[in-house]
Every structure is written in C-alpha cells, then in structure tokens.
C-alpha cells in the first residue's frame, strides 16, 4: 500500500544553518506529494505541495522537489529561524483518491539562537 | 477568522463511556475529515465527508461514528470508550481535494 517514510528527528540546528529533512515514499502511479507543519499546541498547515513529477513546492523560504526516479521529497531550507521550530510532517495523496492521505510520523526541529 | 474550530480541547473518560467531539468550520468547504494522531504515527484519517450527507470510512474507523450534521459542521462520536483510543484528534476541511486546514485538536484521554 502506499506508505510514507521520513528522516527521524529530533533536529536540532542553529539559526541560519541550513535544513534537509528526508522523506521517500512508497505508492501507485502518481500521487501529489506534501509537506505540513504543525507548530505547538496546533494543528497541522499546509506547508508546500507538488503534483507531478519534478514540480518543486515552495513557500516561506522552504523547498521540495518532487523526485520520481528517487520517490523522494526532501523538504529543504536555506538559513532557518527560530521560529522555523515545530513538528514537520511528509504527506502523500493517492493518484487515485485525493481523500487516501498518508503521513509520515512526523520530524521534530529544533532551532536554537 | 476563525477557521476550524474543534471542542472540546481536552477531555477524560472512562472506559466504556461515550462523547462526541464537535469541528465546525466557516469556509464553506466541501470535504471535512477526521484524523488521529499517536506519538511516532503520524496522522491516521478515521472518517472522511466529501460533501454534505456523505460519509466514508478511512484507515482507522473501528469504535467511531461521524455525522455530518449540514456543510459546517462533522461530528466524531465514541459509543464506547476504550484505553486503545486515548489520543489527539484533529479535524480538517477543505476546498480542493486534500486536507488544507486543521483544527487545533482535541486531546482525548481514556482511563
């Protein structure tokens, strides 16, 4: 079945230093691929998404590029802040059914001053 | 602004006994979802309604029932409570075919 697999964490970074946490993943076909973060004492917001095949996603000074030869969307950024500090989670919607949603099990960061 | 809006927050039980958590949003989306969420799992959908009057079963729907009482408003009911599913729970809508916006959560304790 389709399943999502992500760099294990906890991350723990200095402000400005630079961000790759890993995902791969496993699915039929074509499925869009997404990365959401969920900062403390909240729900999870949609990060960036990709649709297709080397479709980069960005937003916030994030990045992913949709990977299909690797089935990979490693979520990269630049220089993080402190603020940049929450639980960052890989997702993938089936080509088939965008309501068969799967998550990967999520990697805490840590940005210290 | 309020977006998605989930009561309780916080709530214990007993084994056995039953609850209904409550998502309303304002947005006027279509699809609305349920999904727990356990330490080193990730998110799970239980139930998901694509439009208002429907509802299907997702990877989790053992113990729970769900009604989507009209487009703002999907319901997560526990009939009988078991320490199995002690949790957080998350509601979600959304517009476009995947889950946009979250509700804080409702952490769900089961003694």
């Known amino acids: 079945g389709n399943s999502v697999t992500q760099m294990e964490g906890p991350v723990t970074l200095s402000e400005e230093a630079f961000l790759t946490i890993n995902c791969t993943y496993t699915?039929?076909?074509?499925?869009?691929l997404f990365w959401y973060v969920q900062y403390p004492g909240e729900g999870l917001q949609l990060l960036l998404k990709?649709?297709?095949?080397?479709d980069k996603g960005s937003n916030k000074g994030f990045e992913a590029t949709y990977r299909k030869e690797t089935t990979s969307f490693h979520l990269e950024k630049g220089s993080v802040q402190v603020s940049d500090s929450a639980v960052y989670f890989c997702?993938?919607?089936?080509?088939?059914?965008?309501?068969?949603?799967?998550f990967g099990a999520g990697t805490r960061l840590t940005v210290k001053p | 602004n309020a977006g998605v809006t989930q009561t309780p927050k916080f709530q214990v039980l007993k084994t056995g006994q039953s609850m209904t958590l409550q998502c309303a949003q304002d947005?006027?989306?279509?699809?609305m979802y349920w999904y727990r969420q356990d330490p080193g799992m990730g998110l799970r959908l239980i139930y998901y309604?694509?439009?208002?009057?429907?509802?299907d079963k997702g990877e989790v729907p053992n113990g729970y029932n769900v009604s989507r009482l009209n487009k703002r408003e999907f319901s997560l009911r526990l009939e009988s409570a078991a320490p199995s599913q002690t949790s957080v729970y998350f509601c979600?809508?959304?517009?476009?075919?995947?889950?946009?916006?979250f509700g804080d959560g409702t952490r769900l304790s089961i003694l």
């Open positions: 979600a809508s959304s517009g476009r075919g995947w889950p946009q916006h």
């Open positions: 699915a039929t076909g074509y499925p869009s």
């Open positions: 990709a649709t297709k095949a080397d």
């Open positions: 997702a993938l919607s089936a080509a088939y059914s965008n309501n068969d949603m799967r």
């Open positions: 947005m006027n989306h279509n699809s």
């Open positions: 309604s694509a439009s208002e009057g429907t509802t």
